[in-house]
């Protein structure tokens, strides 16, 4: 359904139509700019990306974002353009390819036919220039080029020309990114602007850049598209403007008269805060920048994001006075279909954005080349795949038993594809509830919101008639017993446990066996890393919750290498207020009950520590398989005509952590695939 039609009277303000300058938006759901990478080629607007972004508009999203328009720079392709190698969202500024405005053409349209308005972001991103050469991302040391008044000028026609081409290609609307480190930015702020010219001083010199782009790109598109700004409602580092300023220089912004919209959100691109704010971050937290914006700007629309991930938060915005619009942009990436199941008031169907970062880690970290990289998130498997669920998702044509084993992300979500399809879906699950790992991940402090995707699962399990038997453990004979047509052993994996003399003791526990409530551990902890992502940081952090002395020893250079520089700075900030030490480069040699040995990653010398009640260990896991050899082993006469299994009377599968332990996000695809295969 598109984005008008029955409104339950739950939402009566979101699902209000509002004015934009000359566009109307059909309500006040918003996907704000969100660069995930849809297109096959990164930056074009191709069928991927017209497919991930149109779904959203379909599922009655009012305002679609999209994602953002590199601008043309005098630096050269090669420059890079981000803060540290390989980690360009998009290098090329595509608008003035042959094809670029057909193409765009095409996706303004399909937005359009569902009544939702389409709003392109244009940027400059090169972060090795700016108003200064001074460092614009604190964290990092890359020192940019100063532009002279005459590169500026050139930079300022580059929105007016590529406006233009935009205009052309009918969007409804044009924001301006002057926030999250964007080359505007770097003139709005003090601490990166330190120019003596024109461009630079008190609080209305430094808004002069973004005055003379707006002022560019209306006079050479007048009214016929809405023209907005995003920015950032306060710096939050040493020497940036807070809120206060911000007002005045959006202020100073607004008097040129060129505004429709303001977009306010708070946070850097690389941490603290993280304006693409983890599970860490209470909901619309930074509401309160909105809310001035809205008091001082009367008339102009407010679009206020932050961690929105559900209709009654941003209900609730809007009736305080946050915010005209609210930006829900991985809230559609988890559910492309939340605001028409809102406006139904059909709310147990929403799969809600669970905050686990996955979507920007990919986008931005992927190390694979830009043209196999796919925009990924951890509950929605349908993310950068929507083109082949297009084509292959499809009812069952014969109903078939379906046996699932293990309700963790994998199998729950096998069960719910098949049993969407058609099939008759039986799960086993020998916890006392679905979810898995994932109910280690949302024992940890900051993570609760896990669960909501462990709720999704249940509801729709039990909405589509999936026979859920928990605390129940088979082996390979009772499953035979059911006659399946097919099988999938969702097993998951093991915590790993090392041979290193000494592990066996009294005083060694698992991580898994701690977030469980299965161990209990005493005063003083010594965590040992094996592990890159959010499980040693969460076990640390558990442990320091519970007023414990926590030491992490990592293997190598430092603790969670692998998570996004969106999320790592609210889980380093707990692990500093919990008191957490952090050794590195230090891998185990052997436990004693009151001596830790260590050899160092870095010359092997060996180091003793003491003190110690208890030892935990983070290792990752190992896949636990063992049921699906057994099955194997039961179908052998089958498989051996058979080899690959495709044609045999009964399919078996080995699916999500107990082929091989990965993250949320390939367990949830892996799971679906397999849903899809009966
Ligand atoms: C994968 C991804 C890419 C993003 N890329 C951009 C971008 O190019 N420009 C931008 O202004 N914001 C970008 N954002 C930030 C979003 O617009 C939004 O502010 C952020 O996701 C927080 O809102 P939410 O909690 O509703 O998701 C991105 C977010 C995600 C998840
Ligand atoms: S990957 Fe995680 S943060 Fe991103 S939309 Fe999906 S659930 Fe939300």
Redesign the pocket.
């Known amino acids: 359904m598109s984005a008008s039609g029955a409104t339950t009277n739950q939402f009566r303000r979101l699902f209000e139509p509002l004015k934009v300058g000359p566009m109307t938006v059909p309500n006040r759901i918003c996907e ?5 990478r849809a297109a096959q080629l990164p930056g074009f607007v191709d069928d991927p990306f017209i497919a991930h972004h149109a779904a959203k508009a379909r599922g009655g999203t009012g305002w679609i ?1 999209s ?2 328009f590199l601008l043309n720079s005098p630096l050269p392709n090669e420059a890079a353009d981000e803060f540290f190698p390989g980690t360009g ?1 998009i290098r090329i500024p595509l608008f003035n390819m042959p094809g670029f405005v057909e193409s765009l053409a095409k996706f303004a349209g399909a937005v359009r036919e569902t009544g939702s308005v389409t709003v392109c ?1 244009l ?1 400059q991103l090169n972060f090795t220039m700016a108003a200064s050469s001074l460092p614009i991302v604190e964290a990092y040391d890359w020192i940019p080029h100063e532009l002279d008044s005459q590169e500026i000028q050139q930079l300022i026609r580059t929105y007016a020309d590529a406006a233009a081409k935009f205009a052309e290609a009918g969007v409804d609307g044009i924001e301006i ?1 002057c ?2 480190e964007t080359l505007p930015q770097t003139f709005l702020s003090p601490a990166m602007n330190r120019r003596g010219d024109e461009w630079g001083g008190d609080a209305r010199a430094r808004t002069k850049f973004l005055r003379e782009v707006l002022v560019g790109v209306k006079e050479r598109v007048g009214d016929a598209l809405a023209l907005g700004i ?1 920015i950032n409602g306060q710096e939050s580092r040493e020497g940036g403007y807070e809120l206060l300023e911000l007002r005045e220089m959006v202020s100073h912004v607004a008097e040129t008269g060129t505004l429709d919209f303001v977009n306010v ?1 708070v946070g850097h691109s690389w941490g603290g805060p993280s ?3 983890p599970s860490y971050y209470g909901h619309a937290v930074y509401r309160e920048a909105g809310k001035a914006l809205k008091v001082d700007l009367a008339g102009i629309p407010i679009l206020f ?5 559900d209709p009654g938060i941003a209900e609730q915005l809007l009736e305080e006075g946050c915010c005209d619009l609210v ?5 559609g ?1 988890a559910d492309p279909e939340f605001a028409n199941k809102a406006r139904e008031g059909r709310l147990a169907e929403i799969r809600r ?1 669970i905050g686990c970062n996955r ?2 880690a990919k ?1 931005i970290h992927d190390d694979a080349p830009d043209m196999f990289a796919k925009p990924t998130c951890s509950v929605n498997p349908e993310v950068g795949n929507e083109l082949h669920y297009a084509m292959t998702y499809k009812p069952a044509q014969e109903r078939k038993r379906f046996v699932v084993v293990g309700g963790g992300a994998a199998g729950s979500e096998a069960a719910r594809v098949a049993a969407s399809r058609g099939h008759e879906v039986i799960l086993f699950e020998r916890g006392s509830k679905l979810g898995g790992q994932i109910n280690l991940a949302a024992a940890a402090p900051g993570r609760d919101s896990f669960e909501d995707f462990v709720i999704f699962q249940e509801n729709e399990l039990k909405r589509h008639g999936v026979d859920l038997r928990l605390g129940s453990e088979v082996d390979a004979a009772s499953v035979m017993a059911l006659e399946p047509d097919a099988i999938a052993c969702a097993t998951g994996s093991r915590p790993r446990r090392p041979d290193t003399p000494g592990v066996e003791g009294p005083n060694v526990v698992q991580g898994w066996d701690l977030l469980a409530g299965r161990a209990e551990v005493g005063d003083r902890v010594a965590v040992i890393s094996q592990e890159d992502y959010f499980e040693t940081p969460n076990v640390a952090d558990y442990l320091a919750e519970r007023g414990k002395r926590v030491e992490i020893f990592h293997k190598y250079l430092g603790i969670g290498s692998q998570i996004d520089r969106y999320s790592i700075a609210p889980v380093m900030t707990r692990l500093v207020q919990g008191g957490v030490k952090i050794h590195t480069g230090m891998r185990l040699a052997s436990v004693s009950e009151t001596r830790l040995e260590f050899r160092s990653a870095f010359g092997g010398q060996i180091q003793s520590f003491e003190g110690f009640d208890s030892v935990v260990l983070v290792y990752g896991s190992t896949p636990d398989a063992r049921l699906y050899h057994e099955l194997k082993n039961e179908l052998k006469d089958e498989l051996e005509n058979d080899p690959d299994g495709a044609g045999a009377a009964t399919r078996l599968f080995l699916v999500g952590s107990a082929w091989v332990p990965r993250y949320l996000a390939e367990a949830t695809q892996h799971g679906a695939r397999v849903g899809m295969e009966i």
């Open positions: 704000t700019t969100n660069t995930i974002g994602e953002t969202a972001q940027t990114h926030a999250h995003r959100d304006y693409v704010q994001s932050g961690r929105v991930n930006g829900m942009t991985r809230a990436i954005c979507c920007i986008s």
